[in-house]
């Protein structure tokens, strides 16, 4: 009889639509990886990471906060650019861990202040134009009061952008209109909605930004397939919406789709088997397409051998 409430209790633990519940495919992808960054330049706590065409990759670490520019150089990449980063008013260390590029610029999102306690769940947008070794966020959005409590290090962990276009044509519903999401309503978001991944709950958060700073409405939630999500990335080119965990979940990573409105998951893969377990809380999909495959990388937060990224590859389409 125990051990079967304990496996009633291991069954009601996994979430609806978890990827945990499907079968585990190996990754699709060549098995092996290599490093991509100078050996002990990036450091630890490499959080995220954005593809900004096929020559330019944006990192975000979490302490201290900073963002980075780097350029391709064969295949490694290397930081032409950092800035610490600071709130709209100039203060404070954002603990930044997600980062995506957009028409509307390069934003952030953040779990917490390192200059204070508790959690602080914010978007920053940054403008990269400056020569200064500090920015400040040009927008900021609060989110803290519109999601359930977490803990300070259990808060935003990913970030990307959908195209309204994507969304519309695909039916996507809207849980705050309750009916299918019409862009129209809800001026001065731009053209996308921006999906955040929340550590502890396991969930992705999809909300409409006003663009002028300040203004939010979430759209829709629902299950990241994993028990913790470290990383968030839209594929536009097979439609795919990546949900990454960590070492917490031995690598894995999960494809989600948008079938009835809704997004759910369709694949779970393991890491690549000749990449060790490494504390990976960041993944980006390049654009280009070469030679049958896309080149994918993905950021070590625990700098294991004193190199932040790694390589390998997804085949195209």
């Known amino acids: 009889m125990r051990t079967l409430l304990c496996l009633a209790a ?99 999102a953040t779990e917490r202040d390192n200059d204070g306690d508790g959690s602080l769940l914010k978007v920053l947008r940054y403008d990269t134009g400056s020569t200064a070794s500090e920015l400040d966020a040009s927008a900021e959005w609060d989110l803290t009061g519109d999601l359930p409590a977490v803990d300070d290090n259990g808060g935003f962990e990913g970030i990307t952008w959908i195209p309204d276009t994507f969304l519309t044509a695909g039916g996507f519903r809207d849980d705050h209109t309750k009916a299918p999401y019409d862009p129209a309503a809800y001026a ?14 396991g969930r992705i958060h999809a909300y409409a930004l006003d663009q002028a700073g300040g203004g939010f409405t979430r759209v829709a939630s629902f299950s990241a397939g994993f028990p ?7 594929d536009p080119a097979t439609g795919s ?60 937060d625990g700098d294991d051998g004193g190199h932040a990224l790694r390589t390998g590859t997804l085949p195209c389409g």
């Open 10 to 108: 291991v069954l009601l633990s996994v979430p609806t639509g978890s990827a945990q519940a499907a079968t585990t495919q190996k990754w699709p992808g060549d098995p092996a990886v290599s490093v991509a960054d100078p050996a002990g330049v990036l450091g630890d706590n490499v959080s995220g990471l954005s593809f900004d065409g096929t020559d330019v990759l944006w990192a975000v670490k979490n302490g201290p906060g900073t963002l980075y520019r780097l350029l391709r150089d064969g295949s490694t990449w290397r930081p032409i650019d950092n800035w610490e980063l600071r709130y709209r008013d100039g203060s404070g260390d954002p603990d930044a861990e997600g980062v995506v590029v957009t028409p509307d610029g390069v934003f952030a």
């Open 188 to 201: 001065g978001h731009g053209t996308g909605l921006y999906f955040l991944g929340l550590e502890d709950e």
């Open 228 to 234: 913790k999500v470290m990383e968030l990335e839209f």
């Open 241 to 300: 919406l990546w949900s990454v965990c960590d070492d917490t979940c031995s690598g894995k990573s999960a494809t989600l789709k948008l079938s009835g409105g809704k997004f759910t998951v369709t694949a779970t893969y393991a890491r690549p088997s000749k990449m060790p377990n490494y504390n990976n809380e960041g993944f980006a999909i390049a654009p280009a397409c070469g030679a049958g495959h896309r080149a994918v990388v993905w950021s070590d």
